[in-house]
Structure formats: structure tokens, C-alpha cells
């Protein structure tokens, strides 16, 4: 009722400012302005306001505003914002074929993002309104769920005639993506820049191979132009691709991720967890490819033990993991996030090889990983300056030292937002007592399983307490923490938790003891 009353107040003094402007009577007789009353500077400085209030308010106070007079169901009906971005996640369960017909008949050609989450009640005949409302403008649309026979071609076949040139993102996680669906939507669509295919379990290695064929006559016309015209060797890729998504589509192996490091030479971020038949022999095709990638995550990419020649002439026993992520820092020297978490593999030497080659690292994520020591930490405390995350999870042997290393040596130029250390027995008292000191930046820590005691976590919570008050000449002390995981924390009582609750009552603390 607030925001309805401030944009009724806006409409009556344009309307009145309005009425009392004449053009057709010289300057000295139009009408005084009453004393007080804002401008018309002022007024459509709080229309602006008013019109971003619209963009970002949610559907009930709409509704409301609805509700109470003409002018504001005028306004409201007109705004451009409040068409543009269709976020109906919230109630995808209740989304039928006739309502978002009618949402995409009312928005028109203003929809530029469409998030309908996991629409259960649509039919294969739901997205014949994005063609019926000739969304050309359409650049972002996100549904998940979608196993019916027919539904994914619709959307498909509407995206294709309509929104091919805008289209960014497609996010189709959960969906029944058949091979031939999904080479058609790449196909057309050439902007495309963010493609999510998370749990698409009907997709396989042949789903590329159309593209493929795209990109081989794309470089031999560009071989052939070569001599003639010498701009041709600097054309563009055909296609845009940034990030891809296939966690989770189990039938994908080792072909797909060739194609795909083939066809998007521009991957940025490529995340393939899950995937069982992919092996070591996709890494060395991606550093091949993609110099520009910047974020990874490999979590159950299938690597094995090898024996290399030394130089001694004897052999050395190494792992084909070392070898792919040593080729991969050396060709992507901008890489900045590596996740693999419950591989064997993974050790000292596998964190050596990143942050020797990778200075911007931001985020590393090696969780139940027992082959990591305090040797990897102190190495990342000294090289990575841009470290934010880290998550050492269920890594047996970290411990206070070598915390205290990694902390003292990043905290100088590094503010270390996230770290878990959850399951790690030999992580104490003495760690929080680091972060106390160190970790100003910190607002998500994870110590579940951890040997903290109350007394511990009391004086930690009561440092974090204080984050974001004046410290001196107008700079913040820190910032506030938000999550704080105590689950299986043994020693720490229940009434530790209720005076850390009141302590940080903006913080969530998960204390399942």
C-alpha cells in the first residue's frame, strides 16, 4: 500500500502541474506554482524511481496496485520494465498452456527473459505463443523438466524462427534433449553464449556432430578467401559459446568433449562433473582448444596411474591427472576456478602445478580428497593473492598449521570469502582463533565435524559481530558473516548455539549437534 500510495502522489502532482501550464498565455499571467510544490524536474525524477521500483517489485503488491484505480492499472499495463523479464519460478507448478499464452500475447515484444522453472502442467503446445507473440527480442529462457514427447522440439522450433539473433542463454536442465534438438537450436541459434544442459540424460556423443561438420567448412571457406581477401582470416567463429553445462548427462564421453572443445573455441567455463566416461584424454583436447578458459570442474573424470620416463633413464610412477592439469595450466594461464572433489588423484603436486601457472586463481575446491597435506596450503597462501574460496572438506590431513600458513601468507592482498574445512578432525580451536585475525572478509565458513569447542566458536562469533562497524578514518573492520555450519560439532553445546544465534542474528548457523 506504501508503493501504491508514493506512485499515486507522483501521478496527482504531474496532473496538476499539468493543468496549471497554459502555452497559449504569455509567461507573466500563467499561473503561480504554489509555494512548496516540487518541479517538473522533480516529478519525472520520481516517475524514473517509481518506474525502477516497478522492475524489481514481486507480483502480490502488482496485484494490490491493481486493484485501486485506473491510472495505476494504465501505468502498470505500459510499463515496459515489468514485462521484460518473466520470472515465474515461484509458481512454476501452477503455470498451465493458457496462462503463459497469455502472459506472452500481453508482453509481446518487450520479453527479453523468460524463467519458467519446472513447468509440470505445460503440454508440447505451450510454446506456440512465443511464436504467436513474435518474441524477437527474446534473450534469455530457462525451463527445466521437460520430458513430455514434443515439448522440447516446440521450444526449440520457436526459438529457431524468433529469437535466433537475441538469444543468450538457454538453460534446459532436467529436460528430455534428444541429439537432433539440440544441433538444431546451436545450429540457428550463433549468438548463443551460456548453454545449460544439467541431468539430460538423453543427449550422447553423436549430439555435436552435425557442428562439427559447421566449423570444418567454415575454416576451409576461410582457407579459400585467404588469398583474396586477408580480413577473411580474421572472421569470426560461427559460434559464440561461453559456458557449458552438462553435469549429469551420463551417456556423454570422451567425442562429446572433443566436439565441444572443437566447435566453441571461446569456452570460458565448462563444467562436466559426473560424467563417468570421460577421461584424462578431454583435458589435453580442452588446453588445446580453449586458451580462455577460466573455470573447470572435472569432479569423477576418469584418470589412472602411469609410468613416464625420468632422467636417470628409469621410469617414474605418476598419474594421468598431473600430467592433463600440467598442459591445462600451461595453455590456460587465465584460469581462475578448479573444482574436483573425490578423486584419489588429486595431491601436492596437482596443487603445485595450478597455482605455479595460474595466478588468478579465485576458487579451488578439491573436497574428500586425502592426498592433500599442509605443503599445497602454504603454496596457495603464498601464491594465489586472489583467492576467495577454497574448500578443503574431508581432506584428512590439513591441519591448524597448515592453516595458519595459508592465512598469514594470503591475508596481506587476499580476502578470503568462503572457506569449509568441514570433517576434518585435526582442525581445532586454534584455526578460529586465525580466522579471528585474518579472516576480516570472511562470510561463510563450514567447520562441521571440526574439533572446535564452545568457547572457540563464542570468541570467533563475537569478533564476526562486530564486522562492518567504523574501525578507523572511515574503513569497515570486515564483513559480516552470513553462514556458519556447526553440524556435528561434538563439542560444542546447545547453549553455545543459542548465544552465537543472538550474537549474529542476521547469520544463518546450522548447528545439527
Known sequence: MQFA???????????????????????????????????????????????????????????????????????????????????LTSHSHRITDVALTGLLMRAGDQVRSLVLGDAIRLSKNAFRAVQACRAGGLRVVEVSGLRKPGMVEGLVAALRIFSSQSMRRVNLSGCGVIDSELASLLAKCRGLEELVLQGCDRITDAGLDALVKVVIAHRKEVTELRDKDAAATRRSHPFAIKLVDVTGCIQLGDKFVHNLARCFPALECLLMAKLRLVTHRSLDVVALHCKGLTTLDATDVQFSYIEVPDNDGGT?????????????????????????AACKFVDDATIQYITALCPEIESLEFPKTANITNVSLAKIGNRCKFLKRLNLASCPQITDEGLEKLLA?????????????????????????????????????????????????????????????????????????????????????????????????????????
Open 5 to 87: 500510495a508514493a506512485l499515486g502522489i507522483t501521478l496527482k502532482r504531474q496532473k496538476r502541474e499539468r493543468a496549471s501550464f497554459d502555452p497559449d498565455l504569455p509567461p507573466e499571467l500563467q499561473s503561480a506554482k504554489p509555494l512548496g510544490a516540487p518541479s517538473s524536474r522533480a516529478v519525472d525524477k520520481e516517475l524514473d524511481q517509481q518506474e525502477d521500483e516497478l522492475s524489481v517489485t514481486q507480483l502480490p503488491p502488482l496485484q494490490s496496485c491493481l486493484r485501486l484505480s485506473k491510472n495505476l492499472r494504465a501505468m502498470l499495463s505500459n510499463n515496459k520494465f515489468l514485462w521484460r523479464d518473466l520470472n
Open 409 to 513: 601468507l594470503a591475508t596481506a592482498s587476499n580476502d578470503i570469502a568462503f572457506l569449509d574445512v568441514s570433517q576434518n578432525s585435526r582442525i581445532t580451536d586454534k584455526t578460529l582463533g586465525l580466522l579471528t585475525k585474518y579472516g576480516c572478509q570472511l562470510s561463510e565458513l563450514h567447520v562441521s565435524g571440526c574439533g572446535v569447542t564452545g568457547g572457540g566458536v563464542l570468541a570467533f562469533a563475537r569478533d564476526k559481530a562486530e564486522a562492518g562497524t567504523i574501525e578507523y578514518a572511515g574503513i569497515k573492520k570486515g564483513a559480516p558473516l552470513k553462514i556458519l555450519n556447526l553440524d556435528r560439532c561434538t563439542i560444542v553445546g546447545n547453549e553455545t548455539v543459542t548465544q552465537v544465534r543472538a550474537m549474529l542474528p542476521h547469520a544463518k548457523v546450522s548447528a545439527n549437534l
Open 316 to 340: 617414474l610412477r605418476t598419474n594421468t591427472l598431473n600430467t592433463s592439469i600440467l598442459g591445462l595450466a600451461k595453455e590456460c594461464k587465465g584460469l581462475k576456478s578448479v573444482r574436483i
